[in-house]
């Protein structure tokens, strides 16, 4: 239906842009978002994939499951923006109020939509369940609008242009099912109607650990003051930094050579810090080091309490490198599993460099891997003593040729700790791989 | 200064409210909140605290640094709210312009208000640090406008009381000072506000586990329809749905008994789903469980890749319960660790019941804990076949009395299966401990 060419490089996406800048506007859908329950992630999904596609954001308006609210504000968002996306309230139940508030802002009917009726009955059969009255609700779309297919749930995301060329976008507000559909029909949508284009956005995510960011921007201050084209952005993600760098250009290949000497003079700077590139996490680039490199892992894990094991199980493929793990928590299993010495324990403690080290071998040993990774520590909030305190945590990597020790303390609570910790692991394991030959 | 109680029982918060309900809207300001740059965890943390105290919410939004778009905002909040709260663009430097473009929808100009300028300079002397002209800015307020006390930061928060007995308060960005301010001033004064306020907001929070949202709204609509006093709101969590009863009464004491008659009666239709109450997850309950019936457990995952030990070390404590586990991805792993016979993977796969069953025993064995769990599956996106198609899980429970196998086929990437898995193995674990005596 659309022809429009997504490229990815280094995993970030280059699309058209035009001169003409385009005005979003976002309304967030749900009663749950004003009692604070959830904690709504979608909107800056939306807002970062905006940016990247240079449209203008200016309102983000969350609101409760109240139709004439939600009509008022989309009717509200049409006098100052473009393009208008909404997310939540498609679901079955009757407080599932957004299409028909839509409906209402457009002056528009509810039709049943054959295309959308079948898909939904297609998903309720390949899942072997029966489909209630309330499901065929998330057929019903305003008069003229057209349904966009949702590979991972059941409502359909909706698109209703209007008479003058405004475009209103409804998302389901899981953030699995609204991302799909975003990457999948919204971008290719919006970056068309910017029509005309004669030039693209490119951009590209530099990834670092192991620096703050504050450190990160008084590192690359008089970079970020003088940015215009390409500009560059730092931004935190979950323990790391990230920075993007986005150009604007007639062709990618100009892009390109506008971001490069930036992206030379960043790692100049801060490359000792640097991971990886785009979207792909610390562990999906110690999977592909692991591939590279022809290297089996295995983990065993105190305090993290299977937390690397599961990164590293998320990574589809994983089963090629990631071999077993061990989740051994009381003292008895690292002896037993591990064969880790019960006088090393005594002498030193569970959490010691001593009984690290002993966990990564000895896993090392067990599994039959290139390597073992051995982690212990105290997460809280219990367990801590002024000479071990909550937050301590050994890391050991063991291999055939060397053994390495590392010892950090981290702040925050029981999930912060084990989840600071498990990236810390990760890179240490980043690290051995990058100093190996090939 | 003022006398406030907030009570907490099963986990939910009980505080005062009065008949007028009071309705407030918040305005979040910083164009990183617009870029995705940041996630907006203070309107979570606003939303909370004012539904604690009963006061409703409406509508939340996020606008950039832009001082006639924060003024139109503040105008038009004010045609629907009694109390507009703002968070953000206090700071000292020159794209902070809340209370600018405050003054501007309020008619007001901006006075120096000695008192706060007084507390921002005594904080710059005990920080032993120079204190630039921009932070003198930070002194300028609305004219008829108090400082809140801002004990975490330099920006004081600013209260503007309207003539028409309406108030504005802008509180700083940073969370821990948004926080401090809110607590200490904020909260006190809208309670006090809705003066006469002569009862309480009592709401208990109900999980269940097994059944999707629109099943269940199917099932309780006729209580959803007449509802009044208490309300009853269900709503998806992540693979599960809860409903929130809650009832306003002049005591605690009564709004508990017009909410056991409801809560009955919601378990009477669906209380087979039922898991616990309140905050508590399904790993804690499981957790609380095993320690009530006085036992231990080890977990063999293969498909879930280490997420149920992560899960059940998330519990402060679980080192009481939980012993060790065991991510056994590969075969060689399932024979050598578990004990698995390497013909029955050979006969029926190492997706099977068959495997199954011999991990739990295996687990159980190995680590000898009252209780062993396995699970095996294919967690996608590779590996299915039309037999054995992504998303299909075997999950056993192994214990001396009894064996329990089961099977389930969850739909989903490979992340939302892993965590389907690990929800469907956690609520096996708490049915066997619910049937055991005590």
């Known amino acids: 239906m659309i022809n429009f060419s997504v490229l990815e490089v280094k995993g970030r996406i280059t699309s058209k842009w035009c001169d003409l800048k385009m005005i979003a506007e976002l309304i967030m859908v749900g009663t749950e978002l004003l009692l604070g329950e959830i904690v709504d992630t979608n909107s800056n999904y939306l807002a970062e994939e905006l940016a990247a596609i240079g449209v203008d954001l200016f309102y983000v308006t969350k609101v409760g499951d109240n139709q004439q609210r939600i009509a008022r504000l989309i009717q ?6 473009d393009i208008v996306i909404t997310s939540g309230g498609l ?4 407080d599932d109020l957004t299409k028909e508030a839509a409906a209402e802002a457009l002056g528009r009917d509810l039709v049943l939509c054959p295309k959308a009726l079948k898909s939904i009955e297609a998903r309720f059969q390949r899942m072997h369940a029966a489909m209630s009255q309330n499901n065929k609700r998330q057929a019903y ?6 349904a966009l297919h949702n590979p991972k749930g059941t409502a359909p995301g909706v698109l209703v242009e209007t008479q003058d060329g405004k475009a209103l976008i409804m998302l389901p507000g899981v953030p699995v099912e609204l991302k799909a559909i975003m990457r999948d029909s919204v971008i290719p949508y919006i970056a068309n109607k910017a029509a005309g284009a004669n030039g693209i956005i490119f951009s590209q995510i530099l990834r670092f650990y192991g620096l703050g960011e504050s ?10 003051v003088t940015q215009s084209n390409p500009t560059i952005a730092p931004y935190a993600g979950s323990g790391e930094v990230r920075v993007r760098i986005t150009a604007k250009a007639d062709t990618q290949e100009t892009a ?15 490359g000792e810090y640097f991971y990886g590139y785009g979207e792909a996490g610390m562990e999906t680039v110690v999977g592909n080091l692991l591939i590279n490199k022809g290297q089996t892992i295995a983990v065993a894990e105190s305090c993290t309490g299977g937390l690397i094991s599961n990164l590293l199980t998320n990574v589809p493929g994983s089963s090629d490198y990631y071999m077993q793990g061990a989740v051994t928590y009381s003292n008895l299993a690292k002896e037993t599993v591990l064969g880790v010495d019960p006088r090393l324990i005594e002498d030193y403690g569970a959490v010691s460099e001593q009984t690290a080290k002993a966990m990564a071998l000895g896993v090392r040993q067990w599994a039959g891997t290139d390597i073992g990774l051995g982690i212990t520590g105290i997460a809280g909030p219990g367990g801590g003593t002024s000479a071990k305190p909550v937050g301590l945590v050994y890391f050991s990597l063991s291999s055939s040729e060397k053994e390495i020790v590392d010892k950090r303390v981290f702040s925050g609570d029981r999930l912060q700790i084990k989840e600071r910790a498990a990236l810390a692991a990760l890179d240490l394991v980043r690290r051995h791989l990058l100093s190996l030959g090939n």
Chains 1, 2 share one sequence.
């Not at 779309?141 to 057209?146: A, M, R, T, V």
């Not at 450190?215 to 970020?224: G, M, P, Q, T, Y």
């Not at 390109?256 to 801060?270: C, D, F, M, N, Y």
């Open 256 to 270: 390109e050579s506008l971001i490069a000497p930036v992206e030379k003079e960043l790692l100049g700077r801060i």
């Open 91 to 94: 679901g079955p139940t009757s």
């Open 141 to 146: 779309l305003p008069e003229g609008s057209q």
């Open 76 to 81: 509200n968002a049409f006098t100052r923006a």
């Open 215 to 224: 450190r990160l921007e008084e590192l690359i201050k008089d970079l970020l």
